[in-house]
């Protein structure tokens, strides 16, 4: 069974950064393309898409994340970094790690319903 635990999140203002970090049990990283999702208060019927790296490191991104989050492996220590600049009120979330070794494009695998693993989610606030 592949755990995900995810770390990082918090209270911050309005144009500040966050790094999210995403603790994967397997230690073969490279075998998973690995998402972002979030779920924003009052939206619990689907998990929103972020970002996600595929078995290549290619990287596809939501449109409202483009240009302000970089999603990357951390190999050594077996984590999925989330490191998201700019933030708004918007970005408030729950934000969800999500892994799969199902088959995806290289540049990942954008629907939640294509990831079979999942951590407990990190709340992220912003707010001034």
């Known amino acids: 069974q592949v755990r995900l635990v995810e770390s990082g999140g918090g209270l911050v203002q309005p144009g500040e950064s966050l790094r999210l970090s995403c603790t994967v049990s397997?230690?073969?990283?490279?075998?998973?393309?690995m998402g972002w999702f979030r779920q924003a208060p009052g939206q619990e019927q689907e998990r929103q898409f972020v970002?996600?790296?595929?078995?290549?490191?290619?990287?596809t991104y939501a449109d409202s994340v483009k240009g302000r989050a970089t999603i990357f492996r951390e190999n050594a220590q077996r984590t999925i970094e989330l490191q998201m600049n700019n933030l708004n009120a918007e970005d408030t979330a729950v934000y969800y790690c999500?892994?799969?070794?199902?088959?995806?494009?290289?540049?990942?695998?954008?629907?939640?319903?294509?990831?079979?693993?999942w951590g407990q989610g990190t709340q992220v606030t912003v707010s001034s």
């Open positions: 999500a892994a799969t070794m199902r088959h995806c494009s290289w540049r990942g695998c954008p629907g939640h319903s294509s990831y079979d693993y």
């Open positions: 970002a996600t790296i595929g078995y290549s490191d290619g990287r």
């Open positions: 397997e230690s073969t990283l490279g075998r998973f393309t």
